[in-house]
Nanobody, 123 residues
Framework: QETLVESGGGSVQTGGSLRLSCAVS????????MAWFRQAPGKEREGVAR????????AYADSVKGRFTISTDKGADTMYLEMNNLKPEDSAMYYC????????????????WGQGTQVTVSS
């Protein structure tokens, strides 16, 4: 059973930066796609960014394009989310997820989830 463990969340002011990490218990190549999702209180979980583990191509939600960057370090079996120019609306619990079913950024397609790391952006 694969496990995913996120780290790197915290509290920052508007305009600040954070880098989230997601460590995979075994090889990242077990998955087709890895992604970051987020969920704010009272809102649905939304896809933030996804990356194909072999091709390396990525896709982003419109709300984070130009500010967030998803990447992987296959040697360390770790995925990252670099978040710059953070806004209060970015505040949420951030989850990493993985799947071998899909290239899409749809939560229903993801089979493995981390426990989440909280990001809070104050104005």
């Amino acid at each position: 059973q694969e496990t995913l463990v996120e780290s790197g969340g915290g509290s920052v002011q508007t305009g600040g930066s954070l880098r989230l990490s997601c460590a995979v218990s075994r090889s990242m190549y077990n998955f087709r796609t890895m992604a970051w999702f987020r969920q704010a209180p009272g809102k649905e979980r939304e896809g933030v960014a996804r990356i194909r583990t072999r091709g390396g191509d990525s896709a982003y939600a419109d709300s984070v394009k130009g500010r967030f960057t998803i990447s992987t370090d296959k040697g360390a079996d770790t995925m990252y989310l670099e978040m710059n120019n953070l806004k209060p609306e970015d505040s949420a619990m951030y989850y990493c997820a993985a799947t071998y079913l899909s290239d899409e950024l749809s939560a229903a397609d993801y089979l493995y989830w981390g426990q989440g790391t909280q990001v809070t952006v104050s104005s």
